[in-house]
């Protein structure tokens, strides 16, 4: 073992020296006499023991080669690998500050809307349609009209009809309405590192007619019409130009009536939460 180490120090070192005697003879382009070999050197002893003038030098056009500055030449080194190290990784990073190429203000928003109204006692499938006016890329006017299609019976009503309790619903059939839509914040998006879509936060503030059905057991339907204030926030993004998709969160709070089983009704402050997934184009397209 002690040999195989020793014959092992022995070869590191001749392969230092011989990387050592390379290098200089590689980088000392201009230092050094003219060995024996040299044919200049050869051709030239006969004149000089002749006592013959010596022969000038010939003039060649090719430059000489200054030593190298190590130092300078290391820093060159580095500013190449920074040069190569211009890899995916920074290019995405570069990517994702691009100039903002999309503007709403001044044009028309129309879109769609499926969503679904978690209620007290059953859940709502909704539909609808949106339009919009974007005065600036802030400030939008939006105005909605939304349908309850289809309904469906939770966890909740299920256990109270298993204990046999009575319970009085109330349920969206449709609203429509105005809001005004604020845009705070506005930015970009990296997904997967090549798709870089655009994206802003709204938030909305409106008034809305809402006409609720309310039933219970054993007792007729109630049609209650009611001015819902609404609030909400809704990301978007941005699908080029001229579309987006966007997901809304909605509350409608309103004053509600359900009837009693003994008969007549009672007033109750209603709140329902709306999600819906909106899909919209902007007119005029942009190029």
Not at 250 to 259: L, T
């Amino acid at each position: 073992m002690k040999h195989s180490k020793l014959v092992a120090l022995t070869l590191a070192f001749f392969a230092f020296v011989s990387f050592q005697v390379f290098a200089d003879d590689l980088f000392d382009l201009d230092g050094g006499a003219a060995g024996p070999e040299d044919p200049t050197a050869t051709e030239a002893a006969p004149a000089e023991e002749a006592g013959a003038p010596a022969a000038e030098a010939p003039q060649t056009d090719a430059p000489k080669t200054a030593q190298l500055d190590v130092n300078a030449s290391a820093a060159d080194l580095e500013s190449e690998q920074e040069l190569r190290d211009l890899n995916i990784e920074k290019k995405k990073q570069i990517k994702v500050v691009q100039k903002k190429d999309f503007t709403k203000d001044k044009r028309f928003e129309l879109g769609i809307d499926i969503g679904f109204a978690c209620g007290d006692w059953e859940d709502l499938l909704a539909v609808g349609i949106r339009a919009a006016y974007h005065f600036n890329e802030y400030i939008a006017l939006q105005v909605r009209f939304l349908y309850g299609a289809v309904s469906w019976e939770n966890e909740t009503l299920k256990q109270a009809k298993e204990a046999d309790a009575y319970v009085a619903k109330s349920n969206l059939m449709l609203t429509a309405g105005a809001s005004a839509v604020f845009t705070p914040l506005y930015g970009k998006l990296s997904v997967f590192g090549d798709f870089i879509p655009k994206y802003d936060l709204n938030a909305s503030v409106g008034v809305y007619y809402y006409r609720t059905v309310a039933d219970g057991e054993g007792v007729d339907k109630m049609n209650n019409n009611d001015i819902a204030f609404q609030v909400g926030f809704a990301p978007r993004i941005f699908l080029g130009k001229n579309a987006s998709l966007s997901l809304n969160f909605d509350w409608f709070i309103m004053k509600d009536k359900r009837p009693k089983q003994e008969g007549g009704s009672s007033a109750y402050l209603k709140s329902d939460f709306l999600f819906t997934i909106n899909a919209s184009m902007f007119l005029p397209f942009a190029k």
